[in-house]
């Protein structure tokens, strides 16, 4: 079974600056997609940024950006210039490949790193 | 384009009573999937429709849950009873057709927050 794991419960850092959430998962599958969700305080989950395993460059979405190491099995993300509106639950999630033997439409989960962006 | 919505958005009930959750997804998407979130552990999948069928349940944790989508619109996920560690935060997804959930990202409601005492 897949595990996904964020090592940090909570993290702060001031307006402007750059955060980096770590992520790390563990499996055996060599096609399979990882994704970054975002949930403001009562508010919707929202995607923030998706990779591929079989592609080797990191994805960027403006000033989200992912660290993706395949081998180590790490999948951390970094924002810049970090906005107030950033504030939120920050989900690491894995989705097995769709045409692996078994393969899922359904997402696992890390805990979640709560991020406070500080004026 | 409405969002997923579901109701209530909170709902306290005590032990051994019944709930039933809604959720509405976004007019078009066929694929429909409930999510749980208890206290301080990590999001979970329980069950994913496509229209009105049941594609994976596998994450349905005993059959005191009983998901429904009647027509393959909303969803109704009911617990009966229900017990403590029902608690927690009950989210629902929506994605269009049938192409992977990587190509369709999924849309999330605000979640319903169930408390059993």
């Known amino acids: 079974a897949q595990t996904v794991t964020q090592s940090q419960p909570e993290m702060s850092v001031q307006e402007a600056e750059t955060v980096t959430l770590s992520c790390t998962y563990d499996t055996s599958e060599s096609n399979y997609y990882l994704f970054w969700y975002k949930q403001p305080p009562s508010r919707q989950m929202i995607l923030v940024i998706r990779?591929?395993?079989?592609?080797?460059q990191n994805a960027t979405e403006n000033r989200f950006s992912v660290n993706f190491q395949k081998a180590a099995k790490s999948f951390s993300l970094k924002i810049s210039d970090s906005q107030l509106g950033d504030t939120a639950m920050y989900f690491c999630?894995?989705?097995?490949?769709?045409?692996?033997?078994?393969?899922?439409?359904?997402?696992?989960f890390g805990k979640g790193t709560k991020l406070t962006v500080n004026p | 384009e409405a969002g997923v919505t579901q109701f209530p958005s909170h709902s306290v009930i005590e032990k051994g009573q019944t709930v039933t959750l809604r959720c509405d997804p976004i007019?078009?998407?066929?694929?429909l999937y409930w999510y749980r979130r208890v206290m301080g552990k990590e999001i979970k999948f329980l069950l994913h429709?496509?229209?009105?069928?049941?594609?994976?349940e596998s994450g349905m944790p005993n059959n005191r849950f009983l998901a429904e989508r009647t027509g393959g619109t909303y969803s109704t996920l009911k617990v009966q009873p229900a017990e403590l560690e029902d608690s927690g935060v009950y989210f629902c997804a929506s994605s269009q057709g049938d192409r992977s959930s990587y190509n369709s990202p999924l849309h999330f409601g605000n979640g319903t927050r169930l408390t059993v005492t």
């Open positions: 999630a894995f989705m097995k490949g769709r045409w692996s033997q078994g393969g899922s439409e359904k997402l696992v």
């Open positions: 990779q591929e395993a079989y592609k080797q």
């Open positions: 007019s078009g998407h066929d694929n």
């Open positions: 429709f496509v229209k009105e069928s049941k594609q994976d």
